[in-house]
């Protein structure tokens, strides 16, 4: 074990970059952000970065007390340290981020994609503490996924092990995807997967009463589905009945992978609570093999969401040796 204090999380979202640095408790000492999408240029996205973190790291200590900085980005590849023909970013092709940034700062860095991320610090700091073996979803703009088995991370053999937002769950008509095949479980039950079913439903229920039909369609948010369904909307509630069965039925395919003692949920459609969490319970027990059914927790994240990018990442600091 190294005594040195702290660690480091890097976020990489495609509009913003979250960092802190983390003592061993879990506690992030000091955080900042930095915009992404203003960043033609990976090299100016990572001066910017480093000249962010040598100042918090100056409010602390020095870089000797610093073990490592852990790196959640969209396609980022563990094995290799690049981010790797990320979508939502702005840089394109294989990007060495690791090596590029190590350059620049003068302290170990490790990579990984933002949902292992999530799993790590869920494993390290919140839900999964103790557990061995679980799965972690993010619901977010997309559907991410951190399988944890035996106590680690499944990467497969390229780094890219685990896209289950990418099971196709729909074949015939199924909605087209940003990954570009159709039906995958994205585009169902991620924050704009809701949006685009509770369009569907106004759409094919015109004669069906629902606060929604107030909002332009095109502006409707998941967020403007759940409000509505918390207040009893029925055709809101139905989407969150729908979007809860894709959920279970992938579960259920998903428990057979690796059989894990529980299924973490993180991110905003987490919020929803009992109206994402019943319909998903529901349909996940019932599409189990028996061997499964009963056995397996679903949980929600214990971390503050504000938080959990930094503390999941910081936690792959750790590692770094």
């Known amino acids: 074990m190294t005594d040195k204090p702290y660690a480091i999380g890097v976020d990489i979202g495609g509009t913003n970059t979250v960092y802190g640095i983390v003592d061993k408790r879990g506690q992030i000492l000091k955080n900042g952000s930095i915009q992404t999408g203003v960043h033609a240029e990976i090299g100016d996205f990572l001066d910017d970065l480093t000249k962010a973190l040598e100042a918090i790291i100056a409010e ?3 870089k000797d007390d610093i073990k490592g900085i852990g790196v959640g980005a969209p396609n980022g590849n563990f094995f290799t340290g690049s981010i790797e023909f990320a979508p939502n970013l702005r840089w394109k092709g294989v990007i060495p981020f690791v090596e590029m940034m190590e350059e620049r700062i003068g302290i170990p860095v ?3 994609n933002d949902a292992n991320a999530a799993a790590i610090g869920e494993m390290t700091y919140g839900a999964a503490r103790g557990m061995k073996d679980f799965i972690v979803i993010t619901l977010g703009t997309g559907v991410g996924s951190g399988v944890v088995a035996n106590g680690k991370l499944v990467y497969g053999h390229d780094g890219f092990a685990g896209e289950l937002g ?7 008509n199924g909605r087209l995807c940003g990954c570009g095949r159709s039906g995958c479980l994205e585009a169902y039950s991620s924050a704009t997967g809701v949006a685009r079913t509770a369009r569907e439903y106004l759409d094919m229920r015109p004669n069906i009463n629902s606060q929604l039909r107030t909002i332009p369609i095109e502006n409707i948010t998941s967020k403007d589905v759940f409000e509505a369904a918390k207040e009893g909307d029925e055709l809101a509630k139905e989407v969150f009945e729908f979007t809860g069965q894709i959920l279970g039925e992938a579960f259920a395919d998903f428990v057979a992978f690796t059989s894990p003692e529980a299924i973490i949920l993180f991110g905003g459609l987490a919020r ?3 109206l994402i969490l019943n319909p998903i319970r529901e349909h996940m027990e019932k599409n189990l093999l028996s061997i499964y059914q009963n056995k397996i927790k679903l949980l929600f994240s214990q971390l503050k969401e504000s938080d959990a990018a930094i503390l999941g990442a910081s ?6 040796i």
């Open 110 to 112: 490790a990579l990984t």
């Open 272 to 274: 929803a609570g009992d």
């Open 60 to 62: 602390v200590g020095s």
């Open 166 to 172: 990418h099971v196709i769950m729909r074949r015939t």
């Open 315 to 320: 936690a792959l600091g750790w590692e770094v």
